[in-house]
């Protein structure tokens, strides 16, 4: 209820008041004998009657202005004023409602521009938050809320970001000091280095003057590819400058011999020649293995969003090895492939793996023997921390895809297993290079599964052959990827390298 309402004796006293003046004018004049006492009551009574009419006009009025204001105080649409009696009513209904509306007009634009802005911080890229002087995260962005999950919010920091650089960082900026900026490593799901500004910032009370508590804007931004792309650089160097030096210093010397003593001797210059070539085509093998694993590390980090059926595309690479496989006389077997669930993952680099996988086991292979490409329904692949002989894990929920390479080669023995997939690592180094392999094969393959969240395990066993099996996730729903952490996809053979072949 109205405060007018409540109070209605404020206007008996205004009446009272402006009564009063008259009544004096009237009794002056009727002592004085200018104005007969009746004709100076019928005046009076006829003053305070205009008087009650007026009163009670306004006083309705002012009802009606109070209950109008009632009305549109919350109200989020225009209201109509009701219709006053006075034209002094009439007027202050009028611009009452006109406020109203230009109320209503700037609200609505502040709701716009804070929706845009709320808009624009949930689209960034990088993940964002607002950590409070008690060091909670009052606010987060989809992104940051993707990293590090929605119970974040509210709860220290350190409850989420558990790296002691940054919560220090967090803690210097909120006791008053100047922006800080940490790089760490993310370990899960897969290894990435995050750096992390943390920037000062006061909001504005609703005065406009700043307030005295500090909160901090915690911003992380994905630098593994520029940290990544930097270590390649370092890699290639030295990697490139080792494998290098044996056929280039062939080739130099081969050329200063045809210059020299063999320049007239022909047989010499097509012996030689053909040493050349195949060096030089050594080279060229191994700077297109050295490029190919410099892209794949370079998004190794990036899940594929395609989905490929493995079941053909493991076909195609058997047919396209098998003359390859004929010229030793060995025959590539595949068994199973009927009702496999299809995986999310680079057709591509996919086919690079079996291709590199089923070539390994024709060239290491003994002649006149079997490959065996086995695929079939698995579990999802084993998890992180298993070993790479005989790898094993309980039983999930999401199906996966197993496929397995079996030779029947020499094997490799086990002290030798956990480097396999090491750059440039060879069991047997000069059967490797006769053979034609740059020892980036596995390092490769290691690196395709790695980035489809899968695993690659070895068994073998030395005079009977080898298996190399990769575990790929199937595709999930969108439910279970949902409830679902995403499995570590640091390989199970931590180290870089590759058997030699491919």
């Known amino acids: 209820m109205s405060r007018l309402e409540t109070r209605p004796d404020r206007f008996v006293a205004i009446a009272v008041l402006m009564l009063a003046p008259t009544a004096a004018l009237l009794g002056a004049l009727v002592i004085a004998g200018r104005l007969n006492i009746l004709l100076a009551v019928a005046a009076f009574a006829l003053v305070a009657a205009v008087t009650a009419?007026?009163?009670?006009?306004?006083?309705?009025?002012?009802?009606?202005?109070?209950?109008?204001?009632?009305?549109?105080r919350d109200r989020r649409t225009p209201l109509p004023p009701p219709q006053a009696r006075t034209l002094t009513g009439a007027a202050l209904l009028e611009d009452i409602a006109q406020l109203h509306q230009n109320w209503l007009r700037h609200r609505e634009e502040i709701e716009h521009r804070l929706a845009a802005d709320e808009a624009v911080v949930e689209a960034l890229h990088d993940p964002l938050m607002l950590v409070d002087d008690k060091r909670k995260?009052?606010?987060?962005?989809?992104?940051?809320?993707?990293?590090?999950?929605d119970r974040m919010l509210n709860r220290d920091l350190a409850v989420s970001v558990r790296n002691p650089d940054v919560l220090a960082a967090v803690d210097a900026v909120l006791a008053g000091g100047d922006s800080r900026r940490v790089e760490f490593t993310l370990p899960l799901p897969v290894e990435r280095v995050l750096e992390v500004r943390v920037t000062p910032f006061r909001p504005a009370a609703?005065?406009?003057a700043p307030q005295h508590e500090i909160t901090a804007i915690v911003t992380l931004?994905?630098?593994?590819?520029i940290k990544r792309s930097e270590q390649m650089r370092a890699d290639f160097v030295a990697n490139a400058s080792h494998e290098l030096r044996t056929p280039l210093s062939t080739l130099v010397g081969f050329i200063e011999t045809l210059r020299g003593p063999a320049r007239d001797d022909a047989d010499a210059r097509d012996r030689f020649l053909a040493i050349m070539q195949e060096q030089a085509g050594r080279m060229s093998r191994l700077v297109m293995d050295l490029l190919s694993l410099s892209r794949i590390e370079l998004d190794e980090h990036t899940h594929p969003t395609g989905e490929t059926n493995v079941a053909q595309l493991v076909q195609s690479v058997v047919a396209m090895l098998e003359l390859k496989a004929a010229a030793r006389k060995i025959t590539i077997r595949v068994q199973g492939g009927e009702d496999l669930p299809r995986v999310q993952g680079d057709e591509d680099q996919l086919t690079q793996v079996f291709q590199n996988l089923i070539d390994n086991a024709i060239k290491y292979g003994r002649e006149q023997t079997d490959v065996v490409v086995s695929l079939e329904r698995a579990e999802a692949p084993p998890a992180p921390g298993a070993t790479g002989i005989r790898a094993r894990q309980a039983p999930q929920k999401v199906a996966g895809i197993k496929v397995s390479v079996t030779d029947k080669g020499e094997g490799i023995a086990r002290t030798h297993l956990p480097r396999l997939t090491e750059r440039f690592y060879r069991v047997d180094a000069a059967r490797s290079r006769a053979l034609g392999?740059?020892?980036?094969?596995?390092?490769?393959?290691?690196?395709?599964?790695?980035?489809?969240?899968g695993r690659l395990t070895i068994d073998s066993e030395v005079g009977k052959g080898s298996t190399f099996t990769?575990?790929?996730?199937?595709?999930?729903?969108?439910?279970?990827?949902?409830?679902?952490?995403v499995p570590q996809s640091a390989p199970n053979l931590s180290q870089e390298g590759g058997r030699g072949a491919a």
């Open 470 to 485: 990769v575990h790929l996730p199937g595709v999930e729903k969108a439910a279970e990827k949902a409830e679902k952490p």
């Open 137 to 149: 995260v009052g606010r987060a962005n989809s992104a940051a809320r993707a990293l590090f999950g």
């Open 53 to 72: 009419v007026a009163r009670h006009l306004v006083l309705r009025d002012s009802r009606l202005i109070a209950a109008y204001l009632d009305q549109v």
């Open 437 to 453: 392999g740059t020892g980036l094969g596995l390092a490769i393959v290691k690196h395709i599964v790695n980035r489809h969240r």
């Open 221 to 225: 931004h994905d630098i593994t590819a």
């Open 206 to 208: 609703e005065d406009g």
